[in-house]
């Protein structure tokens, strides 16, 4: 059996019933959607979405940072006016 990686979940039926107040009621947490008794989708409030989004974009710009940390002994200095 697969995991439900959510606290919440909901067939596809009940889903169609009334998809805005599961949002309103999940409070922002994922809700796992099944079918069959097996997760087939997780629906997530935008508001969580852009939030995943803008962690995962920090981590990959965190990762590139590590990648060059070697490349900062052959910086130049430079001003503001000088750009």
């Known amino acids: 059996m697969e995991s439900v990686l959510a606290s919440c979940s909901v067939?596809?039926?009940?889903l169609k019933k009334n998809?805005?107040?599961l949002i309103e009621q999940?409070?922002?947490?994922p809700i796992a959607i099944l079918n069959?008794?097996?997760p087939t989708a997780y629906l997530i409030p935008a508001k969580t979405y852009e939030a995943l989004l803008e962690?995962?974009?920090?981590?990959q710009i965190g990762v590139i940072v590590n990648e060059r940390q070697h490349e900062k002994i052959s910086a130049?200095?430079?001003t503001l006016d000088e750009l």
């Open 55 to 59: 962690k995962i974009e920090n981590f």
């Open 76 to 78: 130049v200095a430079v």
């Open 11 to 14: 067939s596809i039926s009940e």
């Open 26 to 29: 999940s409070g922002g947490e």
């Open 19 to 21: 998809p805005s107040a």
């Open 36 to 38: 069959h008794n097996k």
